[in-house]
């Protein structure tokens, strides 16, 4: 009986481990639009040239070169796209797409949808904690993560004959 309580109870814990580390790389969630023909082949805001065809977005507060997953709610559909713009602080929606993007993630008749934004992986996570220093501004979502302990495999030597 106790062994098979321990199995559930490890069991249990692995998958909420598991959707803890799922949820522990989002930095957002909220509305997306997008942008493509007017601002193509305009300057960014980080200095290089808008590509509608690209994988970029606008960001309000994210540093530039942010690899964000883009992951739209309703469908489940998600893209990659690295942050290159600015949106207006004003702007209701908190990222704007690429058109390419936009395309990706099927929202080009809508115009909006609503998304979640995640970040690649706790090192980058880490990143933006100390970018903003512990500080998000707006709806950010970001926090720090320890390094887990490590504990170093070391095998087992067994002996079966009793001259051990």
Known sequence: MRLVFLVLLVV??????????LDSLKVQEGWASFYGKRFHL???ANG???HMDSLTAAHKYLPFDTWLKVT???????????INDRLPKSSRRIID?????????????????????????IEEMNRLYRQF?????????????EEPIQIPYRPRQWCWSLEC
């Open 12 to 21: 249990v814990l692995g998958f909420s481990t598991k959707g803890q580390q």
């Open 42 to 44: 305009r300057k960014t």
């Open 48 to 50: 290089e040239i808008f």
């Open 72 to 82: 739209r709610l309703d469908t489940g559909d998600s893209v990659w796209v690295r």
């Open 97 to 121: 797409l690429s058109r390419r993007a936009a395309s990706e993630l099927g929202m080009i008749q809508e115009g909006i949808s609503q998304v979640t934004l995640k970040v690649a992986s």
């Open 133 to 145: 220093e512990g500080d998000a501004p707006g709806t950010l979502r970001v926090r720090w993560f």
